[in-house]
């Protein structure tokens, strides 16, 4: 292979350059094809001699019809990049029926070389918007996709299983729900706004009921036993009993028969009345849905009856009207009597994409491309490569790829020489001996590269067979299981983990108690053996020759008959796809008289190594095991084997020494059951365990109108699904485009000495380079409120990861490359991390804003506190929460040749900032830049400010080369970039009475705004805003501070400051019921709010003040009594595990609070000469339905079907000065914007609705009004009446309100914890919104769940680190954990309230909305609190237990994450492990609330 010669230029040493002359005499006797060759959704493709650069990922999206498959983290974490690969069954080759293997892997980790001999199916390859796969159909019509930018990823996992499962011999199917949900098929997929309910309702009833009757019979019925071994979980939120109901809408096969059903139902099945919804009155009663069968029309929402006005209120279902032809977003809904119905295509298995005929006979060829940086290999025999490697030891060789690309990405690595071994037989196939043999086997041998997911089905076949003898693979399989994704799985190997001999592997440990050997091969010293307790010298060091390899591993299994048990266990921040924080595996073998005779203790993460616990071997040795003494001096050893110190490198000392203790406590109780050897506490054994979830929502809207109100899919919800729908790094390349790289600093707080870019502008592709010189220095300034932080670093960096200049180059390859080639030098400054640092430093930001009321306006509030019978004090904590929006901040600027006007796409939620900024920075009047979004793939206010100067870097750049450019950011700099929301501190007191009765609270709230104001101060007054959640306190003085610190700028995050808010109030709560004794729930009834009573904020609580009823239907409909009390029965009986139940009110104020000017929208409306109508307005799509909620509500006011309004983007040129996309009045503002610009229509057409009748079609009014020279395009304009608060006003006279009206609901959530590890799962949560008049009930109980599940993170499991020097050490889904597909409530309900006290239909009297609806995109957040509140109950059982403090004198700060929860429960153990701060000793790590 001719290598090409590097240029002159280039600055660093062409290594692989080198490396070619010391392998050409292999390369060309050997490899001597450059060319890869596979099929891509059918077709054949040959790729000669590609960028070696590249990931299957790169390769993918480079080509110009597959823009589905998504760049979400380039780390394996979130699975938006999965891609399907077919390939044959090796077990199956050579017989008669031979089958092929579906294997979805993550495109961006996997190796381009690797898809030789492959089919590589995207989701382009499965259906499109006129043919969609049957599972893209499902998701999209069940609303498994918001913002849309995981759901290609999450289509191919659950394509993939099912292939695999389909048997075309037999065409049976072997799935349940159980496979979908249990099995770790999606654990390597991730969605932020869904809250994964709906997917995996849309998954289980594909399977329920497309599947049905093709189902092998053994999955039919598994489901049914496990979900018997449930807990008390067989009620769902209406009392039905749902044994196994996937209460997914229009119920599920498994609800009990019902004669309730609606009499227009098709469905035999449905949900029986309860005596919860006695008090609903209105049963859950179900949808009609149908497989097969004539496609259900509802002219109203689509079948572009559009040419035809239709009435208000009418449901029409003939198949009398014609539908015209038409490019339809909205899908095919039908609905009637206020219920969804819904039609989906038959599933054929034999229309899906067959495995190529040619690749059956396909011979893999010894391949070699590259360049003068990197070559790539792929030999096909181990001789090949054990010849490669004795020429060339340093080549670095490729199995899964899941440590090495991580290592290229995001440590620089740089790999001259990579060898892909995963396609040679000998490595990657693992064959086990026939039955016979198996059975007396001494050990089991594994091929070193068999994929994790095949070793899995191993363990699972040989256990099997071998049944307590091959124990060993009883617990590898258990540590695979929650090994990474199931994308990794499906690749990555033994060997890979081996020779990683990373400190925290799950398998390691597992070898080395087992006491396994590997099999290492060289050309020098050919097969030879090296045990793996001696295997790991050091940190990632091993004793593993360099010019060797890993060819085997040879695990022996024990005698028959020996008294041996070997089990695993792993403690993670999270159950699935998690590294483990402690990892163990623990091997004992007992003699006759039940002494030890062998043990071996192993941990992963206690030490730079897997490392056993020798101490501990010595100490037990010998021992009775069954004794507690020998238990006893099993913990004490470890105490010694792992003395950790108090700044251990990743921090956690304590609760790790904690777990090592738990999990050997656990094993020594579980081999003693195993073993038989007499009576011992068997509850400590149980893991924390999972069901398949259920639950329901109500899914009958009885205000539902001919267009509003009806549960119409997401428009985008099908492109979304078929990897059509267009994000800004989707778009096509412009020509002449350049890609932008950020030069970030590396330093928290530092002088900027020098910064040299000219070592970037010499590398290939790259064209140039802008910083602050680039423009004036009065336009290096923004900011949202205050301008007050410069685009380009100027002498200071104030954070880790600010922007100092920008490269841009011909590849965002090149562009990101060069970017970390600028050198710069720092002269460090001390730095301000956390509140209390910034508080000691005196370090705010003006900010000054207080709330008074009572008697602290006239400062006698120390007499209201000398009134009280008890005050209470505290210091409370919340951590901030990264966004983890899939998509990342990208933005696309093209210029004009003609005036200045440039073109600037943005993932933004502000167009208008977006706009005034690029005009700022390119000197060209905001008239001549059109700042457009079309979709965002999430953004929750992340991309409210903090997307503004990517657009503006770009614009620069634009203006300067006269050229289109773009930027995505990587997933790492963007949340070192963009900021989270606040980490918020409140120091507070409140005064109550005897009864509990609240009566003064004062308060200092801090929030961390980071090194620029951002929104920290609006944050600040939603924050104290909401301090009173739902409760009525007759005094208060709350103080606001805004901290300036050295970490990002924290921003708007859905809730904005009030999830805080009243995170503190109801912390507070818990603290004045343990202090006085008085129940929780009592409580907080005698402190709500009632009609009349005034806020902090001087605002009147009105009639529609719905929480008490809310309270009262949620407590019947959750049986909330009753499961009160049995989880106290439960805790009564439990030792190990504990439950906690929790019911949490919730209010929220809707508008842009104080910024008075922002409560204002405008809209577009254009009516065409053939009746299609063009809508725009201000707001953003970011996947929360408002550009479907907006068609909607302009189809039911100009009397058109939802398919005739367009909406195609937002825009500066359309709608002038908008407001952000924020504050959850989207809907609220742009509805009523729409409905003015309708209004006015509606008015012009009025003469000619007269003339042809209310019936004529919508083309024969706007022709003849056409003629008639009337205008048929209306600008409307909706200002927010009524509210306009002004701080310190305290006359109820003049006071306006600060809310223009609260959003309401209430949740209960009841959680297992598991005291020895932290681990904890959510049973069941019940939600009940006032959301008014629902304009799409679908969209909005997608919103209700979805900000569930990201409150339930926040409160949780969601974390931000940073190092001690300032670094964020958080910054990507392998150290950042957002909830997953297992974290979801078991039995999650949710419902809208309908009805009022008397069980009358719901009225809001002072409710001014459009269409009376409620903005409902935050407000359900905070009710993820309910799960903390939840946890810290069972925290206090525990600690009741153990004897510890419960009265108010203990504190759990959020995120109640695994470590806290386990240190809180005040135990022995944890006691025992406790590690002293030494003199000068820090942690490893800071949170900086
Ligand atoms: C998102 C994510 C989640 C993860 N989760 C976990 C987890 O839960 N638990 C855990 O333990 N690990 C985890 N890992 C780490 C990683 O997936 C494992 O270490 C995996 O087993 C590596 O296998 P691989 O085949 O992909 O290795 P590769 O990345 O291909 O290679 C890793 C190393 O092994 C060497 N190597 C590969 N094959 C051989 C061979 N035959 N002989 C000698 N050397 C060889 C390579 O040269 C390289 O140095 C995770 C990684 C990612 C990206
Ligand atoms: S982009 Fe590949 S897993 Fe996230
Ligand atoms: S829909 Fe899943 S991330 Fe947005």
């Not at 019979?217 to 496990?226: I, Q, R, Y």
């Not at 901030?880 to 966004?883: C, D, K, N, Y």
């Not at 903005?1415 to 957040?1421: C, F, H, R, T, V």
């Not at 700060?1453 to 005040?1466: H, Q």
């Given at each position: 292979m001719?290598l090409?010669?590097?240029?002159k230029t280039?600055?660093?040493?062409?290594?692989?350059?080198?490396?070619?002359?010391?392998?050409?005499?292999?390369?060309?006797?050997t490899?001597?094809?450059?060319?890869?060759?596979?099929y891509?959704?059918?077709?054949?493709?040959?790729?000669?001699?590609?960028?070696?650069?590249?990931?299957?990922?790169?390769?993918?999206r480079?080509?110009?019809?597959?823009?589905?498959?998504?760049?979400?983290?380039?780390?394996?974490?979130?699975?938006?990049?999965?891609?399907?690969l077919?390939?044959?069954?090796?077990?199956t080759?050579?017989?008669?029926?031979?089958?092929v293997?579906h294997?979805?892997v993550?495109?961006?980790?996997?190796p381009?070389l690797?898809?030789?001999?492959?089919?590589?199916?995207?989701?382009?390859?499965?259906?499109?918007?006129e043919?969609?796969?049957?599972?893209?159909e499902?998701i999209a019509?069940l609303?498994?996709?918001?913002?849309?930018?995981?759901?290609?990823?999450?289509?191919?996992s659950?394509?993939?299983?099912v292939?695999?499962?389909?048997?075309?011999?037999?065409?049976?199917?072997?799935?349940?729900?159980?496979?979908?949900?249990?099995?770790?098929h999606?654990?390597?997929?991730?969605?932020?706004?869904t809250?994964?309910?709906?997917?995996?309702?849309?998954?289980?009833?594909?399977?329920t009921e497309?599947?049905?009757?093709?189902?092998a019979?053994?999955?039919?019925?598994?489901?049914?036993?496990?979900e018997?071994?449930?807990v008390?979980l067989?009620?769902n939120?209406?009392?039905?009993?749902?044994?196994?109901?996937?209460?997914?809408?229009?119920g599920c096969?498994?609800?009990?028969p019902?004669?309730?059903?609606?009499?227009d139902?098709?469905s035999?099945?449905?949900t029986?009345?309860?005596?919860?919804?006695s008090?609903?009155?209105?049963?859950p009663?179900?949808?009609?849905?149908?497989i097969?069968?004539?496609?259900?029309?509802?002219?109203?929402?689509?079948?572009?009856?559009?040419?035809?006005?239709m009435?208000?209120?009418?449901?029409?279902?003939?198949?009398?009207?014609?539908?015209?032809?038409?490019?339809?977003?909205?899908?095919t809904?039908g609905?009637?009597?206020?219920?969804?119905?819904?039609q989906?295509?038959?599933?054929?298995?034999?229309?899906?994409l067959?495995?190529?005929h040619?690749?059956?006979?396909?011979?893999p060829?010894?391949?070699?491309?590259?360049?003068?940086?990197?070559?790539?290999f792929r030999?096909?025999t181990?001789?090949q490569l054990v010849?490669?490697?004795d020429?060339?030891?340093?080549?670095?060789?490729?199995?899964?790829?899941?440590e090495v690309?991580?290592?290229?990405?995001?440590k620089?690595?740089?790999?001259a020489?990579?060898?892909?071994?995963?396609d040679?037989?000998?490595?990657?196939e693992t064959?086990?001996?026939?039955?016979?043999?198996?059975?007396?086997?001494?050990?089991?041998?594994?091929?070193?590269?068999?994929?994790?997911?095949?070793l899995?089905?191993?363990?699972n076949e040989?256990?099997?067979k071998?049944?307590?003898?091959?124990?060993?693979?009883?617990?590898?399989?258990?540590?695979?299981r929650?090994?990474a994704g199931?994308?990794?799985r499906?690749?990555?190997?033994?060997?890979?983990?081996?020779?990683?001999a990373?400190?925290i592997?799950?398998t390691?440990?597992?070898?080395?108690a087992?006491?396994?050997r590997?099999?290492?091969?060289?050309?020098?010293k050919?097969?030879?053996q090296?045990?793996?307790?001696?295997?790991?010298?050091?940190?990632?060091?091993?004793?593993?020759?360099?010019?060797a390899?890993?060819?085997?591993?040879?695990?022996p299994?024990p005698?028959s008959g020996?008294?041996?048990?070997?089990?695993?266990y792993?403690?993670?921040?999270?159950?699935?796809?998690?590294?483990a924080i402690?990892t163990?595996?623990f091997?004992v073998?007992?003699?006759?008289?039940?002494?030890?005779k062998?043990?071996?203790?192993?941990?992963g993460?206690?030490?730079?190594?897997?490392?056993?616990?020798?101490?501990?071997?010595?100490?037990?040795?010998?021992?009775?095991?069954?004794?507690?003494?020998?238990l006893?001096?099993?913990?004490?050893?470890?105490?010694t084997?792992f003395d950790?110190?108090?700044?251990?490198?990743?921090?956690?000392?304590?609760?790790?020494?904690?777990l090592a203790?738990?999990?050997?406590?656990r094993?020594?109780?579980?081999s003693?059951?195993?073993?038989?050897?007499g009576?011992v506490?068997?509850?400590?054994i149980?893991?924390?365990?999972?069901?398949?979830?259920?639950?329901?929502?109500d899914?009958?809207n009885?205000?539902?109108?001919?267009?509003?109100?009806?549960?119409v899919?997401?428009?985008?919800?099908?492109?979304?699904?078929?990897?059509?729908a267009?994000?800004i790094?989707d778009?096509?390349?412009?020509?002449?485009?350049?890609?932008?790289?950020?030069?970030?600093?590396?330093?928290?707080?530092a002088?900027?000495?020098?910064?040299?870019?000219?070592?970037?502008l010499?590398?290939?592709?790259v064209?140039?380079y802008i910083?602050r010189?680039?423009?004036?220095?009065?336009?290096?300034?923004?900011?949202?409120?205050?301008?007050?932080?410069p685009?380009?670093?100027?002498?200071?960096?104030l954070?880790h990861?600010?922007?100092?200049?920008m490269?841009?180059?011909?590849?965002a390859?090149?562009?990101q490359?060069?970017?970390k080639?600028?050198?710069?030098?720092?002269?460090?400054?001390?730095?301000i991390?956390?509140?209390?640092?910034?508080?000691e430093?005196?370090?705010?930001f003006d900010h000054?804003?207080d709330?008074k009321?009572?008697?602290?306006?006239?400062?006698?509030?120390?007499?209201?506190?000398a009134?009280?019978?008890?005050?209470?004090?505290?210091?409370?904590?919340?951590g901030?929460?990264?966004?983890f929006?899939?998509?990342t901040?990208?933005a696309?600027?093209?210029p004009?040749?003609?005036?200045?006007?440039?073109?600037v796409w943005?993932?933004t939620q502000?167009?208008?900032e977006t706009?005034?900024?690029?005009?700022?920075?390119t000197?060209?009047p905001?008239?001549r830049?059109?700042?457009?979004?079309k979709?965002?793939?999430?953004a929750?206010?992340?991309?409210?400010?903090?997307?503004?100067?990517?657009?503006?870097?770009?614009a620069?750049?634009?203006?300067?080369?006269?050229?289109p450019?773009?930027?995505?950011?990587n997933?790492?700099?963007?949340?070192?970039?963009?900021?989270q929301r606040?980490?918020?501190?409140?120091?507070?007191?409140?005064g109550v009475?005897?009864?509990?009765?609240l009566?003064a609270?004062?308060?200092?709230?801090?929030d961390?705004?980071?090194?620029?104001q951002?929104?920290?101060?609006?944050?600040?007054?939603?924050c104290?805003?909401?301090f009173?959640?739902?409760?009525?306190?007759?005094?208060?003085?709350?103080?606001?501070?805004?901290?300036r610190?050295?970490?990002h700028?924290?921003?708007?995050?859905?809730g904005?400051?009030?999830?805080?808010?009243?995170?503190?109030?109801?912390t507070?709560?818990y603290?004045?019921?343990?202090?006085?004794?008085?129940?929780?729930?009592?409580?907080?009834?005698?402190n709500l709010?009632?009609?009349g009573?005034w806020?902090?904020?001087?605002?009147?609580?009105?009639?529609?003040?719905?929480v008490?009823?809310?309270?009262?239907?949620?407590r019947k409909?959750?049986?909330?009594e009753?499961?009160?009390k049995?989880v106290?029965?439960?805790?009564?009986?439990?030792?190990?595990?504990?439950?906690?139940?929790?019911l949490?009110?919730?209010?929220?104020g809707?508008?842009?609070?104080?910024?008075?000017?922002?409560n204002q929208a405008g809209?577009y409306i254009?009516?065409?000469?053939?009746?299609s109508?063009?809508?725009h307005?201000?707001?953003?799509?970011?996947g929360q339905?408002?550009?479907?909620?907006?068609?909607?509500?302009?189809?039911?006011?100009?009397?058109?079907?939802?398919?005739?309004?367009?909406?195609?983007?937002?825009?500066?040129?359309?709608?002038?000065?908008?407001?952000p996309?924020?504050?959850?009045?989207?809907?609220?503002l742009?509805?009523?914007a729409?409905?003015?610009?309708c209004?006015?229509?509606?008015?012009?057409?009025?003469?000619?609705?007269?003339?042809?009748?209310?019936?004529?079609?919508?083309r024969t009014?706007?022709h003849?009004?056409?003629?008639?020279?009337?205008?048929l395009?209306a600008?409307?304009f909706?200002?927010?009446?009524?509210?306009?608060?002004?701080?310190?006003?305290?006359?109820?006279e003049?006071?306006?309100?600060?809310y223009?009206y609260?959003?309401?609901?209430?949740?209960?959530?009841e959680?297992?914890?598991?005291?020895?590890?932290g681990?904890?799962?959510v049973?069941?949560?019940?939600?009940?919104?006032d959301?008014?008049?629902?304009?799409?009930p679908?969209?909005?109980?997608?919103?209700?769940?979805?900000?569930f599940?990201?409150?339930?993170?926040?409160?949780?499991?969601?974390?931000?680190?940073?190092t001690?020097?300032?670094?964020?050490?958080?910054?990507?889904?392998?150290?950042?954990?957002?909830?997953?597909?297992?974290?979801?409530?078991?039995?999650?309900?949710?419902?809208?309230?309908?009805q009022?006290?008397?069980?009358?239909?719901?009225?809001?009297?002072?409710?001014?909305s459009?269409?009376s609806s409620k903005?409902?995109?935050?407000?359900?957040?905070f009710?993820?609190?309910?799960?903390f509140?939840a946890?810290?109950?069972a925290?206090k059982a525990?600690?009741?237990?153990?004897?510890?403090?419960?009265?108010?004198?203990?504190?759990l700060?959020?995120?109640?994450?695994?470590?806290?929860?386990?240190?809180?429960?005040?135990d022995d153990?944890?006691r025992?492990?406790?590690?002293?701060?030494?003199?000068?000793?820090?942690?490893?790590?800071?949170t900086?609330?």
């Open positions: 001719a090409p010669v590097p240029p280039e600055l660093d040493p062409p290594r692989a350059l080198s490396a070619a002359e010391a392998l050409t005499p292999l390369i060309s006797s490899y001597t094809s450059p060319d890869i060759t596979f891509l959704n059918g077709r054949r493709t040959i790729l000669s001699n590609p960028n070696p650069h590249w990931t299957l990922l790169d390769y993918i480079a080509q110009p019809n597959l823009k589905g498959t998504k760049l979400g983290c380039g780390e394996g974490g979130c699975g938006a990049c999965t891609v399907v077919q390939v044959p069954d090796v077990q080759r050579g017989s008669e029926k031979r089958r293997k294997l979805a993550n495109a961006c980790l996997f381009l690797g898809i030789d001999g492959k089919h590589v199916i995207t989701v382009e390859g499965i259906g499109s918007v043919k969609p796969h049957p599972l893209q499902r019509k609303h498994g996709s918001q913002c849309g930018f995981c759901t290609p990823g999450i289509i191919m659950l394509y993939a299983l292939r695999n499962v389909y048997d075309p011999e037999t065409q049976i199917f072997r799935l349940s729900e159980r496979d979908i949900e249990l099995e770790g999606l654990d390597g997929n991730l969605c932020r706004c809250g994964y309910k709906p997917i995996l309702q849309a998954a289980k009833t594909f399977v497309d599947l049905k009757g093709k189902l019979e053994e999955t039919t019925g598994k489901d049914m036993k496990l018997a071994e449930g008390d067989v009620q939120g209406y009392g039905n009993t749902v044994k196994g109901s996937c209460g997914r809408p229009g096969c498994r609800d009990a019902s004669d309730n059903s609606s009499t139902s098709k035999s099945t449905s029986p009345p309860t005596e919860a919804l008090i609903l009155d209105d049963e009663i179900p949808a009609n849905l149908g097969k069968g004539d496609p259900l029309q509802d002219l109203s929402v689509s079948g572009a009856a559009y040419t035809k006005p009435k208000n209120k009418e449901n029409q279902l003939s198949d009398a009207e014609v539908k015209a032809s038409t490019s339809l977003d909205a899908l809904m609905s009637r009597d206020g219920l969804p119905k819904v989906f295509k038959e599933y054929v298995p034999g229309t899906e067959i495995f190529p040619a690749l059956w006979k396909f011979e060829k010894a391949l070699c491309y590259g360049n003068e940086k990197k070559i790539w030999p096909t181990l001789q010849d490669l490697k020429v060339y030891p340093s080549a670095k060789l490729v199995g899964g790829a899941s690309q991580v290592e290229v990405r995001f620089n690595s740089d790999f020489v990579s060898v892909y071994v995963s040679i037989p000998e490595l990657k064959k086990l001996p026939p039955d016979a043999e198996l059975i007396s086997a001494e050990e089991i041998v594994l091929a070193a590269n068999t994929p994790l997911t095949e899995e089905s191993i363990c040989v256990y099997a071998l049944g307590k003898r091959a124990m060993v693979l009883r617990a590898l399989g258990k540590q695979l929650c090994f199931r994308q990794i499906n690749v990555a190997s033994l060997a890979g983990n081996i020779a990683t990373s400190p592997s799950d390691n440990p597992v070898l080395v087992s006491g396994a590997l099999v290492a091969r060289s050309k020098g050919g097969s030879f090296l045990p793996m307790s001696e295997f790991f010298v050091a940190y990632r060091t091993t004793t593993l020759p360099p010019d390899i890993i060819s085997h591993i040879r695990i299994l005698n020996s008294r041996e048990v070997l089990k695993a792993k403690q993670a921040k999270r159950k699935d796809d998690d590294i402690v163990s595996s091997r073998r007992l003699d006759a008289g039940g002494n030890v062998d043990i071996c203790l192993v941990y993460g206690m030490a730079p190594t897997t490392k056993e616990a020798s101490k501990s071997k010595a100490a037990l040795l010998g021992k009775k095991w069954l004794s507690s003494e020998t006893e001096a099993g913990l004490a050893a470890l105490n084997d950790l110190d108090y700044g251990v490198p990743g921090g956690m000392a304590h609760y790790r020494k904690t203790l738990s999990l050997f406590f094993f020594w109780h579980e003693a059951v195993d073993l038989e050897l009576k506490d068997s509850q400590v149980n893991e924390i365990h999972r069901n398949i979830s259920t639950g329901a929502r899914n009958y009885p205000n539902e109108q001919r267009v509003v109100g009806k549960q899919p997401h428009i985008s919800a099908l492109k979304q699904c078929t990897g059509e267009e994000y790094d778009m096509p390349r412009q020509e002449r485009e350049l890609f932008g790289g950020l030069v970030l600093s590396s330093k928290a707080h002088n900027l000495v020098s910064v040299d870019w000219a070592p970037a010499e590398m290939r592709g064209v140039g910083d010189n680039s423009i004036p220095k009065e336009a290096n300034v923004w900011g949202s409120i205050r301008k007050d932080e685009f380009f670093a100027e002498d200071k960096v954070h990861g600010q922007v100092i200049g490269v841009y180059a011909e590849t390859l090149q562009a490359a060069a970017a080639a600028v050198k710069i030098v720092y002269e460090e400054l001390p730095t991390l956390t509140i209390d640092e910034a508080i430093a005196k370090s705010f000054g804003k709330l009321k009572g008697a602290a306006i006239s400062g006698t509030l120390s007499q209201a506190f009134q009280c019978y008890r005050i209470f004090e505290g210091t409370t904590r919340i901030g929460q990264e966004h929006y899939l998509e901040n990208a696309l600027v093209i004009s040749n003609e005036d200045g006007f440039m073109e943005s993932s502000n167009t208008m706009q005034e900024f690029v005009s700022q920075v000197g060209t905001s008239s830049i059109n700042a457009r979004v979709r965002m793939g999430g929750f206010g992340g991309k409210e400010s903090r997307s503004v100067p990517f657009a503006c870097y770009l620069i750049a634009a203006k300067k080369e006269k050229r450019m773009r930027l995505m950011l997933r790492d700099e963007d949340m070192l970039l963009s900021g606040h980490p918020i501190q409140a120091r507070w007191k409140v009475s005897k009864e509990g009765k009566l609270l004062d308060a200092d709230i801090y961390n705004a980071g090194y620029s951002d929104m920290s101060g609006a944050v600040m007054d939603r104290i805003t909401h009173d959640n739902c409760y009525e306190i007759p005094h208060v003085f709350l103080r606001g501070h805004v901290c610190t050295n970490i700028s924290n921003t708007a995050f859905r904005f400051g009030a999830p805080q808010g009243m995170y503190f109030a109801e507070i709560m603290n004045i019921s343990e202090g006085l004794g008085i129940d929780v729930d009592e409580l907080r009834q005698r709010y009632k009609p009573d806020t902090p904020f001087f605002q009147k609580i009105d009639e529609d003040w719905h008490p009823i809310i309270l009262d239907q949620l409909s959750s049986e909330y009753r499961r009160k049995s106290a029965d439960f805790n009564s009986k439990n030792r190990w595990k504990k439950r906690g139940i929790c949490v009110p919730t209010k929220f809707l508008s842009f609070a104080t910024a008075l000017h922002l809209a254009k009516i065409y000469h053939d009746g109508v063009l809508l307005h201000g707001g953003t799509e970011m339905g408002l550009y479907t909620k907006m068609c909607q509500v302009a189809a039911q006011e100009l009397g058109v079907p939802l398919d005739s309004i367009y909406t195609q983007d937002s825009q500066t040129y359309q709608i002038a000065n908008a407001s996309t924020a504050a959850s009045s989207g809907s609220d742009n509805g009523m729409v409905k003015n610009a209004d006015q229509i509606n008015e012009r057409l009025k003469p000619y609705r007269e003339q042809f009748g209310k019936d004529a079609p919508l009014l706007v003849a009004a056409y003629l008639d020279r009337v205008n395009a600008n409307g909706w200002k927010m009446p009524r509210i306009g608060y002004k701080w310190g006003d305290y006359d109820k003049t006071v306006k309100p600060m223009y609260f959003t309401q609901g209430a949740g209960v959530t959680v297992e914890l598991d005291l020895l590890t681990d904890h799962t049973l069941r949560t019940d939600l009940v919104m959301v008014g008049n629902s304009i799409n679908a969209i909005d109980y997608g919103q209700i769940e979805g900000a599940i990201q409150g339930q993170g926040l409160f949780t499991i969601e974390e931000s680190l940073w001690r020097s300032g670094e964020l050490f958080t910054r990507g889904p392998g150290t950042y954990k957002i909830p997953g597909f297992s974290d979801i409530p078991q039995i999650f309900n949710v419902s809208m309230l309908r009022d006290v008397d069980g009358k239909p719901l009225t809001w009297n002072h409710l001014r459009v269409q903005g409902i995109g935050e407000p359900p957040l009710l993820g609190s309910a799960v509140f946890l810290r109950e925290v525990a600690r009741e237990m153990n004897g510890e403090r419960v009265d108010g004198g203990w504190k700060d959020s995120p109640a994450t695994a470590e806290r929860l386990r240190l809180a429960v005040g153990l944890a025992r492990a406790e590690v002293k701060r030494k003199e000068g000793e820090t942690s490893f790590f800071v900086v609330a």
